[in-house]
C-alpha cells in the first residue's frame, strides 16, 4: 500500500497547518457542553421514571358519608376498606382524622373546632403492577355508591410532558454541540487545506490518491480532537460531580453522594452516565475523522 | 504513447492557450519542446501531466484517455509520469532525501529499496553530502537537481522538463542531459521544453515548435 514517510511522519506539513492548540480548545468546549446535554438527558429520563412511577400510580378515593350503612350493616368506609383489601393489585391505606385536618388546614385554620360537616373517608392507594383505574372504580362505585375515585393522571400527564421537554431540549443541545463540532471541524481543515494547498498539489501530482491525502487530514484531525475531548471531558466530569452533589436531594433514586467524602466517585452519577461519558470522546473522534475526510476529498474532487 | 488529436485548452472562461494539436509520441521518443514565451510550452506541460485536462479534443497518455477518465484512474498514470518543473516545486518541509523518496513511497516500494535507490541517485546528481538538507538550505541549481532526481528515480514511462538546466552550470546540464539520453535510450519517452538553443543544437532531436498556442507549420523536424 501506498504511504508517505514510514506512519507518524508528517508528510503534508499538516503539524503546522493544523495546529494543536486552538482545535483541540473549542472541541474541549463542545465535548465539555455535550457531557452536560447528556448529563440533562438522564436525569429528565430518571425525572419522568420518578414521576411515573409516583404520581401516575397514586389514586386518591373519597367515601362520602363513609359511617352510613349498608347491607349487612357495614359502613360504607369499611366496605370500601375491605374491597381494597381483598384486591391484590392495590396498596390502600385511610387518611386519619388528624391526616385530614392537616390537608384542610389551609381552608379552616389552625383553630377551627370539631365541624358540622360530615367529612368523607379518604384513602391513598397505590396501584401496583397491572390494576386497572377504572375497573377499581367501577367495582367500588359498586360497592359504595357515591365512592369518588380520582386518580393523578392529569397532573403525571403534565409532568410527563416537562419530563420529555427536558429530554429533547437536552437531545436537542447534543445535537446543536454536535453539528457544531463538525463544523469547527471543517473550518479546521478548510483551513489546513489552504495552508498546505502548495504541498498537497505536488503530492497529488506525485501520484497520490484521495485517499492516501484525506488519511492524512483525518488522522492528525482525529488526533486534536480525541486531544480537546479528554481535556473537554476531565473538566466536565468535577462540574458532573458538583451538580450530581447539590441536586441530590431532588433525584432519590441515586444513592446518597458523598463522593468527596469517603473516597468513592462512582456512585455520585448514575451508572448510564458513567458509561455513556467515555463514548464522548470517541464520538468527536469519529466526527472528527468522517468530517475531515468529507472535507478533504470534496475539496480533492475539484482538482483534475 | 502520447497522443493528441484536435486538442485544445483554455482557463475558465478566457481564451484558448492551446488549440488544434495534433501528434503523437512514440514510445522511447525524444523531443525538445520550443518556442518563445507564451507560445504555449507551459500549457501543453501541465495537460501532458495531466495538471489539467483538455477543454477539446482527445488525449491519450499510456493508453489511458485522459479526457474521458475517471479521477481515481489518474494517480495510477501520473505515478508513471516524471516531471521537472521549471520552479522545482519541492516540498519545503522535507528533506531532499525526502522529497526524492517521494515518487517511490506513493509506488508502494519497500523502505528498504527506498533507501537504497534514493542514496544513489542523490550521490549521482551530486548531493551526496546533503541528503538532510531542506530545500531552503540548497541553492537553486541543487533544488534543481533534487527536483530532477525526484522525476527520474521512479524509471517513469514518459519523462517532461521544463527548462531543467536554468540553474545549472555547464558541467551539470552536461550530466543531466547524459541521464535524459541514458533514460530514453532505456525505453522512456521524453519531452524537454527549453529556450536554450545552444543545448538544443548539442543535442539534437526532433522538437515540437509551439507559436500563440498551435503547433507552428512542419514544426516537427530533425534538429542538426
Given at each position: 500500500m501506498a504511504t508517505l514517510?514510514?506512519?507518524?511522519?508528517?508528510d503534508l506539513g499538516l503539524r503546522r497547518a493544523l495546529s494543536d492548540r486552538l482545535l483541540p480548545l473549542l472541541v474541549a468546549a463542545m465535548v465539555f457542553l455535550a457531557a452536560l446535554a447528556l448529563a440533562g438527558v438522564i436525569a429528565a429520563a430518571s425525572l419522568a421514571r420518578h414521576w411515573q412511577g409516583g404520581a401516575a400510580a397514586l389514586l386518591t378515593i373519597q367515601v362520602p358519608q363513609p359511617d352510613r350503612p349498608i347491607a349487612a350493616g357495614q359502613s360504607r368506609a369499611a366496605a370500601v376498606a375491605a374491597l381494597l383489601e381483598s384486591t391484590p393489585s392495590v396498596a390502600a391505606r385511610r387518611l386519619s382524622a388528624a391526616e385530614l385536618a392537616g390537608i384542610l388546614r389551609p381552608w379552616l385554620?389552625?383553630?377551627?373546632?370539631?365541624?358540622a360537616l360530615d367529612l368523607p373517608a379518604v384513602f391513598e392507594v397505590r396501584l401496583l403492577g397491572g390494576a386497572d383505574p377504572r375497573r377499581l372504580g367501577s367495582r367500588l362505585a359498586a360497592a359504595a355508591p357515591g365512592t369518588l375515585v380520582e386518580q393523578n393522571s392529569v397532573w403525571f400527564d403534565r409532568l410527563g410532558v416537562l419530563a420529555r421537554s427536558l429530554q429533547a431540549s437536552a437531545l436537542l443541545a447534543l445535537l446543536v454541540v454536535a453539528l457544531v463540532a463538525t463544523a469547527v471541524v471543517a473550518v479546521a481543515t478548510r483551513a489546513g487545506l489552504a495552508a498546505r494547498r502548495d504541498a498537497i498539489e505536488i503530492v497529488y501530482g506525485l501520484g497520490a490518491t484521495d485517499r492516501l491525502i484525506a488519511g492524512h487530514f483525518a488522522r492528525r484531525v482525529t488526533l486534536l480532537v480525541f486531544t480537546g475531548a479528554l481535556l473537554g471531558l476531565s473538566l466536565a466530569i468535577p462540574m458532573l460531580l458538583g451538580l450530581a452533589t447539590i441536586t441530590a436531594p431532588f433525584t432519590?433514586?441515586?444513592?446518597?453522594?458523598?463522593p468527596f467524602m469517603n473516597g468513592?466517585?462512582?456512585?455520585?452519577?448514575?451508572p448510564l452516565l458513567w458509561a455513556l461519558l467515555p463514548v464522548l470522546p470517541v464520538t468527536a473522534s469519529l466526527i472528527g475523522w468522517l468530517t475531515a475526510q468529507a472535507t478533504v476529498r470534496f475539496w480533492l474532487a475539484g482538482l483534475p | 504513447m502520447v497522443r493528441l488529436d484536435d486538442v485544445g485548452l483554455r482557463y475558465g472562461?478566457?481564451?484558448?492557450?492551446?488549440?488544434?494539436m495534433n501528434f503523437d509520441l512514440a514510445p522511447g521518443s525524444f523531443r525538445w519542446l520550443l518556442g518563445?514565451?507564451?507560445?504555449g510550452k507551459t500549457s501543453l506541460l501541465r495537460l501532458l501531466t495531466l495538471a489539467v485536462r483538455p477543454t477539446v479534443g482527445r488525449l491519450t497518455i499510456l493508453g489511458v484517455?485522459?479526457?474521458?477518465?475517471?479521477?481515481?484512474?489518474?494517480p495510477k498514470l501520473r505515478r508513471q509520469i516524471g516531471t521537472v518543473f521549471q520552479d522545482f516545486r519541492?516540498?519545503?518541509?522535507?528533506s531532499a532525501f525526502d522529497n526524492v523518496a517521494l515518487p517511490l513511497r506513493l509506488a508502494g516500494r519497500p523502505e528498504g529499496q527506498v533507501r537504497a535507490d534514493v542514496a544513489e541517485m542523490l550521490r549521482w546528481v551530486g548531493l551526496a553530502g546533503r541528503i538532510d538538507a531542506h530545500p531552503a538550505q540548497l541553492s537553486g541549481g541543487e533544488q534543481q537537481r533534487v527536483a530532477i532526481a525526484r522525476a527520474v528515480i521512479g524509471r517513469p514511462a514518459l519523462l517532461l522538463a521544463d527548462?531543467?538546466?536554468?540553474?545549472?552550470?555547464d558541467v551539470q546540464a552536461a550530466r543531466l542531459m547524459q541521464l535524459l539520453a541514458e533514460l530514453n535510450r532505456l525505453g522512456t519517452t521524453v519531452v524537454v521544453a527549453t529556450h536554450n538553443e545552444a543545448l538544443v543544437r548539442r543535442h539534437p532531436a526532433r522538437a515540437l515548435h509551439l507559436q500563440d498556442g498551435r503547433l507552428r507549420e512542419q514544426a516537427e523536424r530533425q534538429l542538426a
Open positions: 514517510r514510514p506512519r507518524g511522519s508528517d385554620g389552625t383553630d377551627a373546632g370539631p365541624l432519590p433514586d441515586l444513592p446518597t453522594p458523598a468513592t466517585l462512582l456512585p455520585a452519577l448514575p | 472562461d478566457g481564451p484558448y492557450v492551446l488549440q488544434d518563445a514565451s507564451g507560445a484517455q485522459v479526457d474521458t477518465a475517471s479521477r481515481s484512474d489518474l519541492l516540498l519545503g518541509h522535507l527548462e531543467p538546466t536554468g540553474n545549472l552550470d
